[in-house]
């Protein structure tokens, strides 16, 4: 007989044992979740009619999430523009144009590292693309491999920050109770400070580093800058101009109101399918001829929209103009050999990263309903509670157990099985801190997640530098040349992993870095996925019965634990 407190340990042990097998980590939890289960119903703890919630909630929750259909238009679109060069463009304008400073290639790398993360979202092609163009120049003028290594992997991951990352969509999916949600457009808003932080805090270090040991950060030849004056300032707009139209695309509309989280993100796979368009030379003068009025009749249609009241029929008939120039430009597209093979694997890629979501949602669904139906949440619960310390001691141990877990989980992972376990707690412990920045009760509720998950965000950005396990450090150990020691690679991620924690002490002693943009007295709201579905009463004529036969559980799929038995 296994006492009901020791159930949830135990389940958390047996998912570690599983995982350090090297099980699947989406199967890990389902089997998990399904062993404890039935050993719960043998026991009593809750009956077999519990279980119902487990189908219920993935259908529910999982599949008919409209939030969730933002992750594979995201990541069709990043990868799109990681094949298409544009990283190539703007790392090469950029670094001529700040090479000439003691540092600038760093800078540069900083700079077109944050304009990326806004527009692509993938770490992995991120730190690929500028390794493979920048590590070589950087050796050439005589960086020191430490920082050229460090930096190149740390402006990579700066992308899981920047919106719109794919961690701020699945924590806004994770990241809600009962009486509040942290939305993707409040976690969109709330992670755009401290990344601007985090971009002026790699800056800061690049220049004291510039200071103290310039021979580490050497200055570019002024005769291997090329062209200077207006041809490079040209350049460089040629690529941050297309990018910050798409970055308004996908951002823009979503904060101003105009776009939900998905249909900003299907703007976005589009708006990348044209931009790759447009920049493969096979796309002639005819079809650039159809681009410019496309945009002449989006033009036309915003100002006449904005400024004349009764030209709705002009409006729609210039919207109309624009889908014919779209649809023509994505024929084309389907046209040109190299673009129709960069559009498909494009697509393969995305279909494997949203498989792998998909399974590991499921996963966590039933580990979640069979954990929290053996009071997993009030062992988490009391677990934090007890911590001395009040919120600063709870935020310490989180931030801790989040960076321990990140040297063997994939972020993913900890936001699928941690996260919903925190959520609750973090609300309760931290929302009364926010009350007199929020303004009332509900917007602190809502605003405590936004923190904590823009929190854990920032944290999560180590399981990618880290040694010895960071992804990142791996990608650029597979690209750089055989010259850069493995060495050089681990030792000089450390100190911009030192950069990432100041950023997470920095984000939990200021609130407002998250809070600045917030909406004040008004609370999220529990949208897509959470479903509320409740058992008719019984008839009072039945049996009086043992409460677990009697009372069939309230299926609640925004909180497992209020389906358990009472």
Not at 41 to 54: E, M, R, W
Request: hydrophobic share 55%.
């Amino acid at each position: 007989m296994i006492p009901l407190e020791m159930m949830p340990p135990l389940m958390f042990g047996g998912l570690v044992v599983f995982m350090l097998v090297g099980f699947p980590v989406a199967f890990s939890l389902l089997a998990v979740g399904l062993f404890f289960g039935f050993i719960a119903i043998a026991q009593g703890f809750f009956g077999v009619p519990f279980l119902q919630a487990v189908p219920q909630r993935i259908f529910g929750s999982v599949l008919a999430n409209d939030l969730l259909l933002a992750i594979p238009f995201f990541t069709f679109m990043g990868a799109v523009l990681e094949k298409c060069r544009l990283a190539e463009d703007m790392l090469d304008s950029m670094g001529r144009l700040f090479g000439g400073v003691r540092g600038g290639l760093g800078y540069s790398v900083i700079i077109v590292g944050f304009i990326l993360g806004a527009i692509t979202g993938t770490v992995a092609a991120q730190v690929i693309a500028m390794a493979m163009i920048s590590l070589p120049v950087m050796m050439r003028y005589g960086y020191h491999m430490r920082y050229a290594t460090g930096v190149l992997a740390a402006s990579g991951t700066i992308t899981q920050l920047v919106p719109p990352s794919l961690v701020l969509v699945v924590l806004a999916d994770q990241l809600k109770t009962p009486t509040a949600a942290a939305d993707v457009g409040s976690m969109y808003l709330g992670a755009w400070g401290p990344s601007l932080v985090q971009i002026g805090l790699f800056a800061l270090y690049t220049f004291i580093l510039s200071r103290v040991k310039p021979q580490w950060l050497p200055p570019a030849p002024q005769n291997e800058l090329g062209p200077r004056g207006w041809a490079l300032w040209k350049q460089c707009l040629q690529g941050i101009v297309p990018a910050a139209v798409l970055i308004f695309m996908v951002l823009g509309t979503m904060m101003l109101g105009v776009a939900t989280p998905t249909e900003s993100g299907a703007m976005g796979a589009l708006g990348a399918v044209i931009l790759a368009a447009l920049r493969h030379p096979e796309f002639n003068g005819r079809d650039k001829i159809f681009f410019r009025i496309g945009m002449a009749a989006l033009a036309a249609a915003a100002l006449l929209g904005a400024f004349v009241e009764g030209a709705k029929p002009v409006v729609q008939g210039a919207l109309a103009v624009l889908y014919v120039c779209v649809a023509w430009i994505v024929i084309r597209a389907s046209q040109i050999k190299p673009l129709r093979d960069l559009i498909v694997l494009s697509y393969q890629s995305t279909m494997r990263l949203t498989a792998m979501v998909v399974f590991i949602l499921i996963g966590s669904t039933c580990f979640s309903v069979v954990f929290q139906g053996v009071d997993g949440g009030l062992w988490v619960e009391h677990l934090f509670n007890g911590i001395p310390g009040g919120w600063i001691g709870f935020l310490l141990v989180v931030n801790l157990f989040v960076f321990f877990l990140a040297f063997f989980l994939d972020f993913f992972e900890i936001a699928f099985i941690v996260v919903p376990m925190l959520a609750p707690v973090a609300q309760k412990v931290l929302a009364p801190q926010l009350e007199p920045l929020m303004g009332s009760p509900e917007a602190a509720a809502s605003a405590a997640l936004v923190w904590f998950g823009v929190m854990l965000c920032v944290n999560m950005q180590t399981s990618f530098m880290h040694p010895p396990f960071g992804f990142a450090l791996f990608y650029l150990r597979g690209v750089a040349p055989k010259e850069v020691k493995s060495s050089d690679i681990y030792w000089g991620a450390l100190p911009w992993v030192g950069l990432q924690m100041l950023m997470v002490l920095l984000v939990a002693a200021l609130p407002q870095t998250v809070t600045a943009f917030l909406d004040r007295g008004t609370g999220g709201k529990v949208e897509s996925g959470d479903l509320h579905i409740e058992q008719p009463a019984a008839p009072e004529s039945l049996p009086a019965q043992k409460q677990d036969d009697e009372q069939q559980p309230e299926l609640n799929f925004s909180q497992p634990e209020e389906e358990k038995k009472k």
